[in-house]
DNA sequence: GGAAGAACGGAACATTCTGTTCCGTTGTTG
DNA sequence: CAACAACGGAACAGAATGTTCCGTTCTTCC
């Protein structure tokens, strides 16, 4: 039996279905990160298969949507957790920040939520993502370069607003978005000589103000 | 003959036209900004209006649409010009920056641009604005605290930035963007200690990036 | 070799959505 | 009271879109 998960050996019809589970999980991600409204035949039409195809694999498009998210909800967490093995407080906080703005995981939640109905699976990786960016966020206290009126709260925040930042080419929102986590990071930091004295104005977002957009 | 800007003196249908007038663009910008795909009738919903008050005023959505773009163009010049008459150069600048986060007026025109054929006049105020931003972020650099390496075209991607962050009461939306706004104002002021030999990294957007969205 | 089946492409279908028009009504003016 | 301005919202036509279905192609197994 061969195993589904090695595509390389496989011939003719099963390669081209492993093939296609992957080319349409990677083009339904790069359609609903551009329109998180997309009709289901661009995601078809972009990963070069026909419908079918998509409904083969899932039973609508809401279904199509929860694995998407759910999908960078992992990638998400397993960010996180490479970033959290990483020797180094500081660095384990900012390299942290530059993998979510890296692999671009962070709008999808973001843009796709209340757009299906989550399972209890997902909000268990939602809690699970929620205590590594409260893990990082400490590490980030303990080294001593982190302001101390940063919380938990502000990543998602800082995260969503590296994430708005979208240009044609990939690699090129990439860098820039790269460039204002920098900006941001400047004035987190207090070794590189934020000054603390003048704090944040307002209070962080709450729980509650973060968890709105779940709602249907 | 009664000033149609003062509806207060005035009766009856006049008076409905003249609320009418306001309460649609009003609720045009509220329910585009929110979701730039909005069909037009839930903008009369929103204004608390038929659909034909709507019609009358306007030739159709792409002219709606217009036209609520380019009042938020024309509110981003004005608050440019007010932050310009501050005496102090920093002053002039970070105030420059929070009034425009205040007044949401980025975001208009960054989601609604490329759903309408742009006017003549709209491409000139574009222009107008751009040269503002350029004197201001000079006007920040003369004051010696913005950090050297900033440019023009990195206002609008900070603007955009707040801009993306929203929340269901407008109040606490504004208090939220300005506490990111400050954070990335921390890691531009210099004399807030921002340390400048870790430049930002990669260059800034050029023209053409910035120009893209325009495009139909 | 051929029958059975897996996977596919894409037309077809049934809805829903949405921009726009149109008509009857209401209030205003001369 | 006649002409008119403005309005509300039903009605309409056309586009958009989620989903199903059928004929085709390639693979496997007897």
Redesign the pocket.
Known sequence: M?NPTEAAD????????????SAIVDAARAVFLDDP??????V?ARA?????????????????LRQVCHDGLRRYIAEAEQALAEDDDWQAFTSFLFRIVDADVHSLTVHLAGSFEPTAEMGADAARSGKLAERLTRRGHQSGRLRSDFTPADIVLVLEGCAALRFPDPERTRRLRRRYLALQLAGLDTAAGAAQDAGLPGPPASEEELGWRWRR
Chains 1, 2 share one sequence.
């Open positions: 061969p496989l011939s003719g019809r099963r390669a081209q279905a492993a093939r296609n589970d409204k997309a009709p289901v035949s661009a078809a070069g298969v026909g419908i079918s195809a998509l409904y083969r694999r899932y039973g609508g498009k809401e279904d199509l």
